[in-house]
């Protein structure tokens, strides 16, 4: 499986930004797919998920602010990033979950991802 991960980029604060993954190889509509960032000098975070069945999952720090859709005659999955915020700034990344069945949750947890996107950049100024 491979992930590839576009649409980061320079935005004002209160500014959107729409990131896509798509993947190859593996059946995609069987993947819970997930979006982390990875914040100057932090670790990498889970930021929302979306499971095969469609139900998602959001970080406390960005509920009401982004949403996660998936498109799997496309095998794509988007982040849509609404009222960005300067604490927002991070690299972005889209990673694929291969394993878990329907009834498990979304994980949060970066291990349970088996692949991983390159990054995208995202720079929020003030």
């Known amino acids: 499986v491979q992930l590839q991960a576009s649409g980061g980029g320079l935005v004002q604060a209160g500014g959107s930004l729409r990131l896509s993954c798509v993947a190859s190889?593996?059946?995609?509509?069987?993947?819970?797919m997930g979006w982390f960032r990875q914040r100057p000098g932090k670790e990498r975070e889970f930021v929302a998920g979306?499971?095969?069945?469609?139900?998602?999952a959001f970080a406390d720090s960005v509920k009401g602010r982004f949403t996660i859709s998936r498109n799997n005659g496309k095998k794509m999955v988007d982040l849509q990033m609404n009222g960005l915020k300067p604490e927002d700034t991070a690299v972005y990344y889209c990673?694929?979950?291969?394993?878990?069945?329907?009834?498990?949750?979304?994980?949060?947890?970066?291990?349970?991802?088996?692949?991983w996107g390159q990054g995208t950049e995202v720079t929020v100024s003030s």
């Open positions: 990673a694929a979950d291969t394993t878990s069945i329907l009834t498990s949750p979304i994980g949060q947890d970066s291990r349970v991802y088996e692949y």
């Open positions: 190889g593996g059946t995609f509509s069987r993947f819970v």
């Open positions: 979306v499971h095969r069945n469609s139900h998602t």
